[in-house]
């Protein structure tokens, strides 16, 4: 895509017209934009002191002071060794050198579901996580809340001991309490004991629950997973008559039509789902063989971002389209209503029968049952059961009848609950609105919480039980293919934590009570000696633990069960109601129910009211992780808002109301209501209003607490995922949200260059065919002698998802601080690596396309030149390193770098109090102060490291030796590093690609980073319209 | 300005006596009233708010101003640019003249270079507080570094800190070795012991002898000859500190003499916003008469035309070129976010100054005054324009941001103000405000005058 | 009583004192005479015999110095001393040498103009005998004054004498 839009040829009239903000849609306006306008300065006057901003970022130094307070309980005692496990230090522990970082193996999970990592761990000091490349969720990379989990582990905001009704308590006490009150509910069979959990897959704690309800036939188990796949397995119930686990094969798939999900972000297999897709996206393959993918979603999302078709529509006419689909794939049998999208329809549908057995259709956990049973029962028909789709019995513990939170509620409310057990969960915060749990919480005379927090729950909790971090104890998980890992402990717990498996043997009373001999004795029979044992744990999982892959057939009746009712039915309420989260709808019967129905076309959402989304939020998920600052000031993918949650409207929307980004707005449903400042969302349906939950936290830490607003206020039960009849109300108050990106077009500047798959065969070098340069300008300036090595990076855009996991672990590598909100309003966030995001097309759905921009490490660096005190030079090995200690901050470098990529520490941003989030840093780099440049260095300390390793052994550095950051985490490895002047290293064979274009060329800059242009590949008979 | 009579500019030609008392009772006699002293209090709250929001500075960081990325140079630069620029007058005048034998400059020279010294100083803080760690400053400096690190000789940022090095220390010399006759006139007239001795000290116990004389002319000739490139070649560094960048809107090989231009225009203006006052206040009006207002405005107006011109070939290269990046920054400055500091800038450098060619405005004190003040404005704009809205939207979109300015921005600017005027209401009240040897050379009698004039030898 | 240090004459315009120091020195021309005025007096520096100041040369030298030394000392920190590889241009990059040298050299032309000329005037002298004369203070105001040194008691009158024949406005004895 040169010329973009504008393309080459720039016309002065249009631009001007653009630049002066005045005039052009609402939505290209970015702040500068706004401030054009005179209320908005009037506003900012007055709304904005800058006085209150100059004296100081508040709330950091509370955290400093608060912090440092805190510390030392965690400084003490992340110095002691775990008690049993580790082996005492003077038998000299294998690998271990001192000074030198060693990885162990273990599990992270992400809604119950396991994600194998490596852990560095400096002299007994976990600081920084990796893929595990054996783990199948993995292959060696992660997501951003794995890389987050470090952060977490060292959370000085962390519940540090047994409460007793608020009261520092201690283990004994609530063993001893304990004892009674099971006492009491065992004589009649655990009657009236409750456990909450989330979502379970760890093999030991479902022995455990087993165990329990064997024990206690009248104790109840419940799940509540505020983010669930409920409506999956309720559907594959429908489609199975059993609530089979699915596995994608995106790999093996040529078309891929997503009803809605966000697969690419999905919490059990995302990861692995972005690297198999991301393996069929390379047009260089023979054949062009690039898949193609079709999104049809409401709200824009990372997947429908890398879609080559993506068609904005409200969450209820996706089901009138699913319903259209599935009857032309002969899986309904009804006579249909028109659907306007009968062009998408005829195109899909004929693409996906032509690749009949290489294609496939997948469905979001927001939309509901029926629509994932008929995705069943289409795949069936399309051929790709058993190829690309796979079917296995379930991973994770099947909840059994009345095991939801809402039957929980009614049991509560029945008086029948006498002592409710909540592992891991926070109901009293993310629970639906309607259930009123918090309420119900106070009637329960016996409640226990088990948190890594001292959150809403444990408020409400007569006991609270601090948990132990992931990294802290022994556990198991399985992964999204059943594979199982061990979870082993990195340090011994920092606080006085158990983990669940421990927690669950106090309840029952076992004799067994130690997380390590739990899961050590769950796996006795499979891991029966101890070579087994340390090679599982070596390996970071159990070798063949995989659950088979089994054959599924569709129940032949499914067509009667999806067909409509006779008489217009409910309108459908959002997408599967909360209760089948516990999977015991009345489906599991077999018997169809309205709510399972295939809806006619009467959603309020097409007739022209608002319909309500609810959506996990992009860093902070469903508040779990509202105490985490890198995840706050991680931009979020799409919007590139940080710390802050809004309400997503589209650009029609937002002109029909007169609404402008910032502006609060009163949210009305059902009675219930909530404030919230508008974002325009480009590519947002038309009538659709998302709201992200896991924002306003009433209590989660000194970073979390109070952030945006809470949007499980307006959630319901019965539409967890989307709720008609939505009312906006503007109040005409505005809020400044902090976003890292204030323009998204891209001004015809080339910067970011895409084509379609036709514009690559025919001219494979596409990208540079406008470059007056295609590769090196000339220069007046002799090249300097080449060095040993010469590294460079490489970027491809075509594989790239825009998932922003390489910004979050070049945090966590090389110890970048966090800002907070004000200092990112003021447009002064550290991160090394940003991830760009440029729309181009129109912006009721336009192409998104996301640009990993880190140091572009110029042969010719113009921030070097003008450096007066050599503060930042070049090495032999062209990397354009930066001398903290010898910069004086004269900020020429950043002025004079096109690429902006350089940061400043404009006030002293590191936090120097002790702190336990010390020892989290990373021991290899240094810690920048205030008023000191810094920015991307390639990770100069792996480089490093591995010349001291090829120098001990008197060879070169090999090629991958050296994984940077964000290489080494990107899903899809759209990002490779090494050495140029060895042509046989994959970075010399990326820029080696037809597709290689460097950034600003023309300023001949001569950078080692470059990028390989984007393809798209879309439908030419879509493309026509 | 062809060569003039030597006594002109100055009416009825008093007798050395009567010159050399009007000026020695200003330090020494004048009782300074409401006016100095409201002024005085003014500047010296001002200047106390700067040192203030020093302090708070090297407490917190630059990070108190509105500084961010993109734009990391703003208001703190504007400044220094301004009053260097402001400095760059005094000396151009008192040197330029001297060598093309305006007599009428003498009365001018002494309190523009006065101006001048002030103005550099001032001018001379930005630089270093705008560091992100302004103690290291002196790494700029060259000298035997234990790490044997060096300065990088290539930034022009390093050009600069000599260019401002130098600078400084020869206005000052240039400003005191002329005023040595003159404090030996006070000396002589001081009715206190004390201030007797302090400008007997500062004197240096001049005496007048003819060959000392003789050097000392000697002395101010080449000092003159070379101050004025040096004033040429400081400001032209200056200019390089942008046109060395890759930004657009600084990339520009014509920056130097653009700034040159710039630097005389606004140090004309102050000249003018300065001497208008004072020759009021001190009943100078013999002296410093209309006729060496509009000498200076029209100095001001010719230079401002320059300025004017590089302002249209500025836009025209942007236009001819098509530069995409060139072109858009242009496009930006008239109609995007800062518009309003573009056009600001125009009113004040290039419509007001029109007026100057108009003889009745330029023999209006009152006019001029606010013309002056208005350039002095301008002058500001548009170093905050050329630094800003070069910065906010530069070559990749997504990195694209505004600056917004703090209170301490407005502070830093409005202090160093408020220090000029300290220093220089100071200097009024106990310094020689007007050259008095060379006044008295001025009215001594045409004979003498005839003698006098320097022949080319 | 002492010797006196010299004899003043006053004059009333520089005129007069042009002359009287031209007669002076035409007809004593190894008498140490000085004149003192409140502006420089073209040629009377010729009439008393002042020598041809060296301070152009010196300030020559002095920026000669000055900035050849600041070039050289570029050249070696930048080739010699600390090479390294900034932004891809040459060590040597001398065009970039010039602007720090340019500005070193006209200041140290001016620091050594400064000092000879101080120094050629044996300045700062902060006590003088010719202070002790009441009638100098006008010196610096519209006195034109021709001092003639006499060391010996015997000379005074004949140096008295002698200056009353330039009829000066007054003399007057400049105690030591």
């Known amino acids: 895509m040169p010329p973009l839009k504008s393309g080459q040829s720039f016309d002065p009239a249009a631009a001007r017209a653009e630049l002066s903000g005045q005039s052009g849609p609402v939505l290209w306006r970015s702040l500068e934009e706004l401030a054009d306008n005179e209320a908005f300065r009037q506003w900012l006057r007055q709304e904005q002191p800058r006085l209150a901003e100059v004296l100081g970022l508040d709330r950091r130094q509370f955290l400093r002071t608060l912090g440092a307070a805190l510390a030392l309980a965690g400084v003490t005692a992340c110095g002691r060794p775990p008690q049993n496990e580790i082996i005492p230090y003077v038998h000299a522990p294998v690998g271990q050198v001192d000074g030198l970082p060693r990885f162990f193996a273990t599990a992270l999970t992400r809604n119950g579901y396991a994600h194998g990592v490596l852990v560095e761990n400096h002299m007994g000091r976990p600081t920084k996580i990796e893929g595990n490349p054996r783990h199948p969720a993995s292959l060696g990379a992660t997501d951003i809340f794995a890389q987050a989990a470090i952060l977490q582990l060292w959370d000085p905001d962390r519940s540090q001991t047994v409460r007793h009704r608020g009261v520092i308590s201690s283990w004994d006490d609530f063993a001893a309490a304990l004892l009674d009150l099971t006492a009491q509910s ?407 129910p309205q709510k399972g129905r295939a809806p006619s076309q009467s959603s309020s959402a097409s007739q022209g009211g608002l319909e309500l989304l609810f959506r996990g939020d992009p860093t902070i998920e469903d508040g779990r992780w509202s105490n985490n600052a890198w995840l706050q000031e991680l931009p979020k993918p799409l919007t590139q808002l940080t710390w802050d949650n809004a309400v997503l409207i589209s650009p029609s929307l937002a002109a029909e109301r007169h609404l402008s980004n910032g502006e609060l707005v009163e949210l009305r449903l059902q009675g219930r209501s909530l404030r919230g400042p508008v974002w325009i969302t480009p590519g947002q349906a038309a009538r659709s209003v998302t709201i992200h939950l896991g924002y306003g936290r009433r209590r989660s830490g000194q970073v979390g607490t109070g952030q945006g607003f809470d949007a499980y206020a307006l959630r319901s039960s019965s539409g967890p995922w989307r709720s008609a009849g939505l009312q906006i109300l503007a109040t005409g108050e505005r809020y400044e949200l902090a976003g890292t990106q204030q323009h998204f077009q891209m001004e015809g500047r080339d910067v970011l260059r895409v084509g379609t798959l036709a514009d690559f065969q025919t001219n494979p070098r596409f990208a540079t065919a406008h470059d007056r340069y295609p590769d090196k300008p000339p220069s007046l300036y002799p090249d300097y002698p080449p060095g040993e090595y010469a590294w460079g990076l490489s970027i491809d855009l075509n594989a790239c998802i825009g998932c922003k996991a390489c910004t979050i672990a070049c945090q966590a590598e090389n110890n970048i601080p966090t800002v907070g909100r004000d200092q990112v309003r003021r447009g002064r966030e550290m991160h090394w690596i940003r991830v760009d995001r440029y729309y181009e097309g129109h912006q009721d759905n336009p192409h998104t396309y996301s640009q990993p921009v880190p140091c572009m490490m110029c042969e010719h660096a113009p921030c070097e030149l003008v450096c007066p005190v050599d503060a930042t030079v070049h090495d032999s090995e062209g990397l354009n390193v930066q001398i903290y200690n010898r910069c004086v901050g004269t900020r020429f470098c950043s002025n004079n770098c096109p690429y902006k990529v350089r940061r400043f520490n404009f006030l002293q941003y590191v936090q120097s109090s002790s702190d336990t989030l010390l020892a989290q840093r990373n021991p290899e780099v240094t810690v920048r102060r205030r008023g000191v440049m810094e920015k991307c260095t390639y990770c100069i300390q792996r480089i490093e490291a591995a010349h001291i390793e090829a120098d001990k052994q008197d060879r070169r550095i090999g090629d991958g030796e050296v994984l940077t950051a964000c290489q080494a985490v990107c899903p899809t490895q759209a990002i490779v590093f090494g050495d140029l002047s060895d042509g046989r290293s994959q970075v010399a064979q990326a820029k080696a690609s037809a597709r290689h274009y460097v950034m600003l060329g023309e300023l001949n800059t001569r950078p080692r980073t470059s990028y390989l242009a984007r393809v798209r590949n879309p439908n030419p008979s879509l493309e026509q319209g | 300005m062809s060569a003039s009579l030597p006594s002109e500019g100055i009416e009825h030609a008093p007798t050395y006596a009567a010159v050399t008392q009007a000026i020695c009772d200003i330090p020494l006699r004048r009782r300074f009233g409401q006016g100095w002293r409201a002024g005085f209090a003014v500047a010296l709250l001002l200047a106390l708010l700067l040192m203030f929001g020093i302090g708070w500075l090297l407490v917190r960081g630059v990070g108190i101003w509105g500084l961010n990325i993109p734009v990391a140079w703003a208001f703190a630069i504007a400044d220094y640019v301004w009053w260097i620029a402001i400095g760059m007058g005094g000396t151009f005048i008192s040197a330029a003249l001297l060598l093309v034998r305006q007599e009428w400059r003498s009365s001018l020279n002494r309190y523009a270079e006065t101006m001048t010294v002030f103005a550099v100083s001032v001018s001379g803080l930005f630089p270093i507080l705008h560091l992100g760690r302004p103690w290291f400053f002196y790494w700029l400096f060259p000298y035997p570094d234990i790490m044997n690190v060096w300065p990088q000789w290539r930034s022009s940022l390093e050009w600069d800190f000599f260019a401002i090095l130098a600078y400084l220390i020869v206005s000052i010399l240039y400003w005191y070795i002329g005023m040595i006759p003159d404090f030996a006139s006070l000396r002589d007239r001081a009715a206190s012991r004390t201030r007797a001795r302090v400008y007997g000290f500062l004197a240096l116990g001049w005496r007048g002898e003819a060959r000392h004389w003789q050097r000392f002319e000697k002395l101010s000739l080449i000092l003159a000859g070379l101050a004025v490139p040096l004033v040429f070649s400081v400001h032209s560094m200056v200019a390089l500190d942008f046109s060395e960048g890759l930004v657009p809107g600084w990339h520009s090989t014509i920056f130097p003499p653009f700034f040159v231009a710039g630097a005389l225009f606004s140090g004309f203006a102050m000249v003018l916003a300065l001497g208008i006052p004072m020759r009021r206040y001190l009943r100078l009006e013999a002296f410093i008469t209309s006729r060496h207002l509009e000498n200076m405005a029209k100095m001001m107006l010719a230079t401002g035309l320059v300025v004017d011109y590089s302002y249209c070939s500025e836009i ?142 | 009583m002492s010797s006196p240090y010299g004899l003043l004459a006053q004059f009333s315009s520089a005129e007069q004192l042009l002359q009287a120091a031209l007669r002076t020195r035409s007809e004593s021309p190894h008498l140490p005479i000085e004149a003192f005025s409140p502006f420089p007096i073209r040629g009377l520096d010729e009439a008393l015999g002042a020598a041809r100041s060296p301070i152009p040369v010196l300030m020559g030298l002095g920026g000669l110095l000055a900035g050849v030394g600041t070039f050289l000392l570029e050249g070696y920190s930048a080739v010699m001393s600390y090479p390294i590889n900034v932004g891809g241009r040459p060590l040597g990059s001398w065009p970039a040498f010039v602007p720090p040298a340019v500005e070193m050299a006209v200041l140290g032309a001016v620091l050594f103009g400064v000092v000879a000329m101080l120094t050629g005037n044996g300045l700062p002298r902060l006590h003088h005998p010719l202070f002790g004369v009441p009638e100098f203070e006008r010196a610096s105001a519209d006195g034109f004054f021709l001092l003639l040194r006499s060391s010996a008691e015997e000379d005074i009158e004949a140096t008295r004498t002698f200056l009353q024949t330039l009829s000066p406005v007054a003399i007057c004895e400049v105690p030591s």
């Not at chain 2, 990046?325 to 100054?353: D, H, K, P, S």
Request: net charge negative.
């Open chain 2, 316 to 457: 025209f290269t942007a236009f001819y070129s098509m530069d995409r990046y060139e072109l858009a920054m242009t496009l930006n400055r008239m109609g995007g976010a800062y518009a309003w500091v573009f056009w600001g800038t125009i009113l004040c450098n290039v419509l007001q100054i029109q007026l100057l060619w108009l003889a009745r405005i330029r023999r209006s004190p009152a006019v001029l005054f606010i013309i002056s003040v208005g350039v002095l404005i301008g002058m500001w704009l548009e170093r905050f324009m050329l630094i800003v809205t070069s910065l906010y939207r530069d070559y990749v979109p997504s990195s694209w941001g505004m600056f917004y300015p703090t209170v301490w921005d407005i502070a830093f600017l409005a202090g160093s103000v408020g220090l000029f005027f300290v220093l220089f209401l100071t200097f009024v009240r106990v310094g020689p405000v007007i050259s008095m040897f060379e006044l008295r050379r001025a009215v001594c009698s045409p004979a003498e005058a005839a003698q006098r004039e320097p022949q080319p030898s």
């Open chain 1, 186 to 592: 065992g004589r009649n069979g655990g009657a009236g004991m409750h456990v909450l959990t989330g979502e379970v897959t760890s093999p030991t704690l479902t022995a455990q629950l087993d165990a329990l309800l064997q024990k206690f036939p009248a104790a109840r188990w419940h799940l509540h997973e505020p983010l669930d796949s409920g409506n999956s397995r309720a559907g594959a119930r429908m489609a199975f008559g059993a609530p089979l686990s699915t596995r994608l094969h995106l790999d093996r798939a040529r078309v891929i039509l997503s009803l809605d999900d966000d697969f690419l972000c999905d919490p059990a297999a995302g990861v692995r789902h972005a690297r198999d897709f991301a393996a069929t996206r390379a047009p260089e393959k023979a054949g062009g063989g690039m898949s193609r993918l079709y999104v049809l979603e409401s709200t824009p999302s990372i997947t429908g971002a890398v879609a080559d078709h993506r068609l904005p529509l409200e969450s209820a006419r996706i089901e009138a389209f699913s319903r259209a689909l599935a009857r032309r794939l002969g899986v309904l049998e009804d006579q249909a209503d028109s659907i306007n999208e009968s062009a998408w329809l005829d195109a899909i549908v004929s693409d996906l029968q032509a690749n009949h057995g290489h294609s496939l259709i997948t469905v979001g956990r927001s939309q509901p049952a029926w629509m994932h049973a008929a995705a069943h029962a289409m795949n069936a028909a399309l051929g790709n059961s058993g190829a690309v789709i796979e079917y296995s019995d379930p991973v994770e513990r099947v909840p059994e009848e009345g095991a939801s939170l809402a039957q929980l509620v009614n049991a509560i409310r029945a008086g029948s609950v006498d002592l409710l057990v909540m592992l891991d969960v926070n109901p009293a915060y993310d629970a639906p609105a309607d259930l009123e749990f918090r309420a119900a919480l106070k009637q329960v005379p016996h409640v226990v919480h088990l948190g890594l927090y001292v959150d809403e729950s444990a408020e409400l909790s007569e006991w609270h039980l601090p948990q132990a971090h992931a990294l802290e104890t022994w556990s198991d998980a399985r992964a999204f293919d059943g594979t199982v890992t061990i979870g082993q402990p990195l340090i011994a717990p920092l606080y006085d934590g158990r983990s669940a498996c421990e927690v669950m043997a106090l309840l029952m009373g076992a004799e067994v009570q130690k997380g390590h001999d739990l899961v050590r004795r769950q796996w006795r029979a499979k891991l029966a000696d101890e070579p087994a044992w340390v090679a599982a744990l070596q390996a970071g999982l159990i070798a063949d633990s995989a659950i088979a892959v089994r054959s599924a057939s569709v129940r032949p009746d499914l067509k009667s069960l999806l067909a409509p009712p006779k008489s217009g039915g409910a309108p459908p309420q959002g997408g599967g109601a909360l209760s089948q989260g516990g999977g015991a709808p009345p489906e599991s019967s077999g018997a169809p």
